[in-house]
């Protein structure tokens, strides 16, 4: 560490926005975060990446929109770049020519990005290179956590139960159409479609006949031309778990806790808009359910997260079916983070409230190793 880092406090770049399509989603949690970390103890270096790309230092915190919508990037600061030494492990942040103050040396980076070019391992990736320390997982956790096809490998490798699926690749519907509709019958309807590569259930949709298949491809391919086709765990209660490390290393479960959908509100399933925009889902934390039960989730849980590779963080969501069977449904490495969030709550009720949990994830980076590990 420098002398210049040795003598003032703490400096934590968080980093948000990005070029994906959980943008907003990614400003809502930065803003949340920002106000949650001591700045008594920590200096904070809010840092945006735009829809396009460009990385623009931010004046504090994301601006907010009517309610109902999401926070959206303040795009009118100075563009900034990164450079690093890697004899001290420290990147430094400067800004452009028309701000060419330089914000100084960071010691961990908070990255809040959710979806592609972010959450999938390419920021991290960039940090590995630079040699700082970072929250959450890692460049192949967080590759592999973001292709739900990769995950589901990596999930069976492990003996860890899901529910039946198909990948369509790129050309395949294209190319062989017949073909996958009847590997898609074969799974029985309803199924589930959704991209192999996308968060926050964007381009998801459940289908019910064949003939509305072609159209719930066509919807996931805009977010990605890669996608997955899942049987529907039609009736099924969907169960989440957060998994946190402790500065040992030993990964932790939290309660479980339960998403209930508003179905008489117009949603099929946990979409987007119930989610994030009208209120319409109930949390139920602890989830209501069998001992038993819980204790496999938990269980589970952490056994997803140490197969992936995880470090720090991560959410791993289930479904209860109506039979007893847990299924895994899929791990996020960078789950929501609002207080009002499913992985917080849960923290909050295993005993961990929002402030000590960003707190426990800025020691964690801290004091992890940088290069391989």
């Known amino acids: 560490m420098s002398s210049e880092s040795a003598s003032r406090r703490p400096r934590i770049a968080v980093v948000f926005g990005g070029k994906s399509s959980e943008h907003g989603v990614s400003c809502l949690t930065a803003r949340e975060v920002m106000r949650a970390i001591d700045t008594d103890r920590y200096e904070v270096v809010p840092i945006g990446i735009t829809r396009e790309g460009r990385w623009v230092l931010q004046p504090g915190e994301p601006v907010v929109l009517e309610p109902g919508s999401l926070p959206e990037l303040n795009e009118d600061g100075p563009d900034i770049a990164l450079s690093n030494d890697p004899r001290r492990n420290e990147v430094v942040v400067h800004a452009s020519e028309s701000a060419p103050a330089t914000v100084g040396a960071v010691d961990v980076v908070f990255p809040l990005l959710h979806g592609p070019w972010g959450e999938d391992g390419t920021l991290?990736?960039?940090?590995?290179?630079?040699?700082t320390r970072y929250v959450?997982?890692?460049?192949?956790?967080?590759?592999?956590?973001?292709?739900?096809?990769?995950m589901k490998l990596v999930f069976a490798a492990d003996g860890l139960p899901q529910l039946p699926y198909i990948v369509v690749r790129p050309r395949d519907w294209k190319d062989r159409s017949d073909e996958i509709r009847n590997d898609v019958a074969g799974l029985g309807y309803p199924v589930f479609v959704k991209p192999a590569r996308a968060g926050s259930s964007f381009g998801g949709s459940l289908v019910r006949e064949p003939e509305a298949l072609a159209d719930a491809v066509a919807l996931a391919q805009e977010h990605d031309p890669k996608i997955i086709v899942e049987a529907a765990a039609e009736g099924a209660r969907e169960i989440e778990c957060g998994v946190l490390e402790d500065l040992t290393g030993q990964a932790h479960a939290s309660v479980p806790g339960e998403l209930v959908v508003a179905t008489d509100k117009g949603h099929a399933f946990y979409d987007f808009e119930a989610k994030y925009l009208d209120g319409t889902t109930t949390l139920s934390i602890p989830a209501d359910i069998p001992d038993d039960a819980a204790e496999r989730i938990r269980a589970y849980a952490v056994r997803a997260f140490e197969?992936?590779?995880c470090e720090g963080l991560s959410?791993?969501?289930?479904?209860?079916?109506?039979?007893?069977?847990?299924v895994i449904n899929e791990l996020n490495t960078m789950p929501g983070f609002t207080p009002t969030s499913m992985f917080?709550?849960?923290?909050?009720?295993?005993?961990i409230d929002y402030p000590d949990l960003v707190e426990r994830l800025i020691a964690l980076a801290t004091a992890r190793d940088t290069g391989l590990r």
């Open 124 to 131: 991290q990736g960039l940090l590995e290179m630079a040699g």
């Open 136 to 150: 959450g997982p890692g460049v192949l956790a967080s590759a592999v956590g973001m292709d739900k096809q990769y």
């Open 307 to 309: 197969s992936l590779g």
């Open 315 to 326: 959410r791993v969501d289930f479904f209860l079916l109506a039979d007893g069977q847990i």
């Open 344 to 351: 917080p709550q849960m923290w909050a009720a295993s005993g």
